[in-house]
């Protein structure tokens, strides 16, 4: 076992695990479970000089989780912010005397000026990479001597429109960033770009104001402000007005937008915009845990339009998402449909498909990785040809499929396996230190264990018989996997108390005698029990409450 417990290495360290109590356990209940391990791991029990250290760093331990939670104040600290919590810089300036109010008050402070440290390091970079393409010679050939053009018998596919956008933020103090944008865009060979500079502030709790200058080859310089309000819990406003200065004068813009929460999942948005394509729009937004729905009307110049949308979201790993909506307005009608779906730890694909009168058909795709975003919309017909709808639905969904089981799938799986790896060396040492601590605890209690076997066998009460926990392997998918379980028989028994065991919802590696052999992965506990001379048996998930025994757990003569 380790001559000394540092701090680094206890600060993942739960207290209430270890104490095997609630996080809402009384003054009554954390001193019945600190009594009871201080009768186990008390010095003063053990002659054997080895025992006699081993027992004296557990029970420095237990009397440590002890004195954190029964202190209101320090409990207060833990429940929120961790062990970490009690060890920040500059904490020794808080007096016992405070009240828990004012204790969390003194941390916030103390943490506010840490981040302040760190702010000037901070930035927040938002990309969009956007390529146009037109591929509608692969649908709209011309069949008349079309073969005797030179180059004539292969479709022409071009990249027609390009755009790219940046921003990063740039924190000046708690309350005033800066935001420093450009973008370049090119269409059909001509192109220009503008470069704007924000200075936000946060004026109250409730509101903001923002501050913007810019310039461009193509609209001249732009002076703007922006002001955002919470003017109650559920409701809210934003105004933004600006000056554009071209060759043609002073062109002034205003947009007002008034924004409501209808209930706990809907809002209610009302915008005005007057100046530069004058409108009114209103929409309602309707946003669960399955679903999104919008429904939005707009009367303006020169567009005018009523949109529908529909957003199916599975309840899987992925976040797959399932999307449809109808447009229709003065400039025709767009139905679209799609779907995206997550493909990686930072990354999220998806692809529309978009059928109009008059714009044709085309395919919009979509990568969002991080804060960056790549947009590829390509055009393929300007008329409503089935064959391009089709190739538009199906394409898409083949490749992603053949790039999922080649390369997406393999990509995840190294990377998993990597961070694993990664996070198993680091918490090594840790991992060695809690097995020597564990192995430490199962010694000492062996009498307390002999003693208890004897009052639950005098009694027909419980016996673990066998228990083990880690990483089971029961999917035949899985069988080149190796398990990796400890045995934890004997601190299972040495909770057992009136024929009862019951262990709270936390994870049981905490627990005296337990360790984590498996860092990183999914974890369970096993326990085959005899209860009244019956067998019974159970498993159960790693940060999952059991209290046994049970009659659900019993097993039949027949099994």
């Not at 205003?254 to 929409?283: C, E, F, P």
């Not at 390509?378 to 992603?400: C, E, K, M, N, W």
């Amino acid at each position: 076992m380790a001559s000394a417990l540092d701090d680094d290495e206890i600060l993942n360290d739960d207290y209430y695990s270890l104490l095997n109590v609630r996080r809402e356990a009384t003054q009554e209940e954390l001193k019945a479970a600190y009594r009871r391990l201080c009768m186990l791991y008390h010095p003063d029990k053990h002659r054997d000089p080895e025992l006699k250290r081993q027992a004296e760093q557990l029970f420095n331990l237990v009397h440590e989780a002890y004195q954190v939670l029964r202190d209101p104040q320090a409990r207060a600290i833990y429940d929120i912010y961790g062990k970490r919590g009690l060890d920040v810089d500059g904490w020794e300036v808080v007096e016992r005397r405070r009240t828990p109010a004012e204790i969390r008050e003194e941390y916030e402070r103390l943490q506010k000026e840490r981040e302040e440290r760190r702010l000037q390091q901070r930035t927040n970079p938002k990309g969009t990479i956007s390529v146009g393409i037109d591929a509608t010679d692969l649908f709209d050939q011309y069949e008349e001597d079309y073969e005797d053009v030179a180059g004539g018998g292969v479709p022409h596919v071009e990249i027609n429109r390009m755009h790219i956008s940046q921003s990063i933020e740039a924190p000046l103090t708690t309350k005033d960033t800066a935001v420093l944008s450009g973008s370049l865009s090119t269409h059909n060979g001509n192109g220009g770009g503008t470069i704007n500079l924000a200075l936000r502030r946060v004026t109250s709790a409730s509101g903001w104001g923002e501050v913007e200058i810019g310039a461009g080859d193509t609209q001249g310089p732009l002076l703007g402000m922006k002001i955002f309000r919470n003017v109650t819990s559920r409701f809210f406003v934003t105004a933004q007005c600006g000056l554009q200065f071209s060759s043609r004068g002073v062109r002034p813009g205003v947009t007002t937008v008034l924004a409501r929460h209808l209930d706990k999942n809907t809002m209610g948005y009302v915008q005005w915009r007057w100046g530069i394509q004058s409108s009114m729009n209103t929409s309602v937004v309707r946003d669960t845990k399955s679903s999104h729905f919008t429904f939005a009307m707009q009367l303006g110049i020169p567009h005018t339009f009523a949109m529908v949308s529909y957003q199916y979201k599975f309840q899987d790993d992925d976040q797959t998402k399932i999307k449809g909506s109808v447009k229709s307005g003065f400039f025709g009608t767009v139905l679209e449909y799609g779907a995206e779906r997550k493909i990686s730890r930072h990354s999220v694909l998806g692809a529309t498909v978009s059928v109009g009168v008059p714009q044709g058909v085309s395919l919009k795709i979509k990568l969002n990785r991080a804060s960056q975003t790549y947009f590829f919309p390509i055009h393929l017909t300007d008329q409503l040809l089935p064959s391009a709808v089709f190739y538009a639905t199906v394409g898409p969904l083949v490749f992603y499929l053949a790039i999922q089981q080649l390369i997406i799938r393999p990509y995840v799986r190294a990377q998993k396996e990597q961070d694993l790896e990664k996070q198993q060396e680091s918490s090594a040492s840790n991992i060695a230190r809690k097995k020597q601590e564990a192995e430490s605890a199962v010694l000492l209690m062996q009498e307390s264990v002999r003693r208890i076997i004897e009052t639950e066998e005098s009694r027909m009460g419980l016996i673990i018989l066998n228990a083990w926990y880690g990483k089971f392997v029961t999917d035949n998918s899985r069988k080149h996997e190796r398990a990796k379980v400890i045995d934890v028989t004997v601190p299972l028994q040495c909770l057992v108390k009136d024929s009862k065991l019951i262990l709270t919802e936390a994870t049981k590696s905490g627990l005296p005698g337990f360790y984590d052999p498996c860092v990183g992965e999914e974890k369970s506990l096993k326990v085959l029990y005899q209860f009244r001379g019956v067998m019974h048996q159970v498993l159960s998930g790693d940060a999952e409450a059991l209290r046994i025994p049970k009659q659900s757990h019993r097993i039949d003569a027949d099994t």
